[in-house]
């Protein structure tokens, strides 16, 4: 059975650095990213990493401060989250698609396994 794990959120003070991995098993994954919903909002796009792990794409609001890596022999996908503001309080969400995609997608729609979430709150 195909399942995405998410670990390492917490309570973070601005400013400070988290780093979130994600563990696969099950199958191989092609494209995998991370989301993220805060309270009341709607669940949006953070950052997504191809098969080969060569290719990323980070969302505008992360961009220079969070960045995603991959781990093929571990089948772990990690997002290293540094100079968080307090708007960076979510829950994020690994999720995973199972082609290898020539472009990266941003849809949560097109991810079709997800992991269970994994809280991150940061102070003022």
């Known amino acids: 059975q195909a399942q995405l794990v998410e670990s390492g959120g917490g309570l973070v003070q601005a400013g400070g650095s988290v780093r979130l991995s994600c563990a696969s098993s099950g199958r191989t994954f092609g494209t995998m990213g991370w989301f993220r919903q805060a309270p009341g909002k709607e669940r949006e796009f953070v950052a997504a990493?191809?098969?080969?792990?060569?290719?990323?794409k980070h969302a505008d609001s992360v961009k220079g401060r969070f960045t995603i890596s991959r781990d093929k022999a571990k089948n772990t996908v990690a997002l290293q989250m540094n100079s968080l503001k307090p708007e960076d309080t979510a829950v994020y969400y690994c999720?995973?698609?199972?082609?290898?995609?020539?472009?990266?997608?941003?849809?949560?729609?097109?991810?079709?396994?997800w992991g269970q979430g994994t809280h991150v709150t940061v102070s003022s």
């Open positions: 999720a995973a698609r199972t082609s290898v995609d020539s472009y990266l997608i941003s849809s949560a729609g097109s991810y079709y396994y």
């Open positions: 990493i191809g098969w080969s792990g060569d290719s990323t």
